[in-house]
């Protein structure tokens, strides 16, 4: 399981009730297609831009009642309109998307967990509006869900990202700890990467930890659901603490014996 890149969307889950699986479908089809847009293929920043710039350009027609031009968006309207979803989430992934072809590094945690804001909470947002729960406290606890596993998704794919040319990790925590990029390039553990990473994943399960209580505060499939992917979330970090950020030669996936496990403590903390 990768906990990013929107697969933690439950997507066509069993757990989820059959009323909400379409909606979840489109929303899924829509943030996993602009996020391609900004990664996939050979396209230039302009043209990668221009885009997610047609996206905003579909939005704002439903924004404003004029029919979309494309069957995603047909399809996305329906659902927005269905379940009274908010439209600014969409426009904060689309924000997020643009960024990460424009922007590939990260002076600290804050500008970070800025992009987590818009990267990764609207997705959680649109979840507890289509659950019918949208209360300020819900929405904090779901937003600090959603970046823990944005960022435990940063910690698995250090080696990824930096391929695509991007670094996620804030600049002054690697000045710190005297981790530089050419350490990164060489796959290299050696000096204070390890403590380095144990303080990033200390930090990250505090804050997964933080959002945890809506687990149990959503019932039924709902908070199954949710407590699957928070359980999904503590259990990279526990593999990541146990390989001591040795994500090069033990990137954390999900086996089957973590799932089973995984639900038998689902069920037991609802």
Known sequence: MSVGHYENFPVASVLLPRRLRHAVAVIYRFARSADDLADEGAANADTRLAALDAYRDELHRIESGSPPHTPLFV???????????????FYDLLDAFSQDVVKTRYANFGEVMDYCK??????????????????????AYSDAICSSLQLINFL?????????????????????????????????????WQPFMLAQIERTRKLLQAGAPLGKILKGRIGLELRMIIMGGATILE??????????????VLNTADWLNMLY????AK
């Open 265 to 268: 403590r689902a069920l037991r």
């Open 239 to 252: 593999k990541l603490h146990h390989s001591r950020g040795d994500i090069y030669s033990q990137r954390p």
């Open 75 to 89: 399809a996305l309207s329906g659902v927005i309109a269905q379940h009274q979803l908010p439209m600014q989430p």
């Open 156 to 192: 698995q794919d250090v080696a990824i990202d930096y391929q695509k040319g991007r670094i996620y990790l804030a600049q002054d925590d690697m000045l710190k700890y005297k981790v530089d990029e050419a350490q990164i390039a060489r796959q290299d553990i050696g000096g204070l």
């Open 118 to 139: 818009r990267s990764a909470n609207p997705v959680g947002r649109l979840m507890l509006a289509l659950y019918g729960e949208t209360d300020a406290r819900s929405l």
